[in-house]
């Protein structure tokens, strides 16, 4: 398994503004996704972030707005930029071990845009 | 392309009743199926997951899932549901690396 944790837990931002959010991985792992979960939905993948190259954003999400870094095996971030109230959603970083194809969530960053 | 549908978006049941979550999925290629459980104000956990082999899995705390090809389902069942059952429950399907999900279903455990 893996242990994450993520940075902020929540925070309310004013539009237009960005907000990073960290995640941490107590192992090392190639390969880390960030999803969105807005308000009584269901998960969507944003992008893949494996260290070493370019992240890989999904249909409907663009670098511009989500810029992702992964600086090395343990660490990502993710910057919602230019926000708005749409915006508002729980953000979750995860990771894949390798290990039976099992996926690992952090707690996740609950965004509120005002 | 893949898609996993949850065909119900809430489920309430009485305590020690049994439940169902019923999951199917579309994929044109081979799958691995999960299901995932997300407690109020948690992140989410792995519950089970079907990878190969036996078409029934288990949890740890008496869920089962039975990985169905032709009816392409992965429906979950629990003979006797506890309070601390409730929670949201999310099935998965995983190609190639990437997770789809579905759209989740809610489960509230009344006493």
């Known amino acids: 398994s893996a242990v994450i944790s993520q940075k902020p837990s929540r925070d309310i931002c004013q539009r237009g503004t960005s907000l990073t959010i960290q995640c941490q991985v107590d192992?090392?792992?190639?390969?880390m996704f960030w999803y969105r979960q807005q308000p009584g939905q269901s998960l969507t993948l944003i992008a893949t972030?494996?260290?070493?190259?370019?992240?890989?954003?999904e249909s409907g999400f663009v670098i511009d707005k989500f810029p992702i870094s992964r600086p090395n095996l343990t660490f990502s971030t993710l910057t919602v930029s230019n926000m708005s109230p749409e915006d508002s959603s729980i953000y979750l970083c995860?990771?894949?071990?390798?290990?039976?194809?099992?996926?690992?969530f952090g707690p996740g960053t609950r965004l509120t845009v005002t | 392309a893949q898609s996993v549908t949850q065909l119900d978006s809430q489920v309430p049941v009485f305590e020690e009743a049994p439940v169902e979550l019923r999951c199917n999925y579309s994929?044109?290629?081979?799958?691995?199926l999960f299901w995932y459980v997300q407690y109020p104000n948690q992140g989410l956990q792995l519950l089970l997951k079907?990878?190969?082999?036996?078409?029934l899995v288990e949890s740890i705390n008496g869920f089962e899932a039975e990985f169905n090809k032709s009816q392409t389902s992965f429906h979950l069942r629990k003979p006797s549901v506890h309070i601390s059952d409730t929670a949201e429950y999310f099935c998965?399907?995983?190609?190639?690396?990437?997770?789809?999900f579905g759209g989740g279903t809610r489960v509230l455990v009344k006493p």
């Open positions: 998965a399907s995983l190609a190639g690396n990437k997770l789809t």
């Open positions: 995860s990771v894949m071990t390798g290990v039976e194809y099992e996926q690992y």
């Open positions: 079907y990878l190969s082999g036996s078409t």
């Open positions: 994929s044109s290629v081979s799958v691995y």
């Open positions: 192992s090392q792992v190639t390969m």
């Open positions: 972030a494996n260290q070493g190259s370019e992240a890989t954003y």
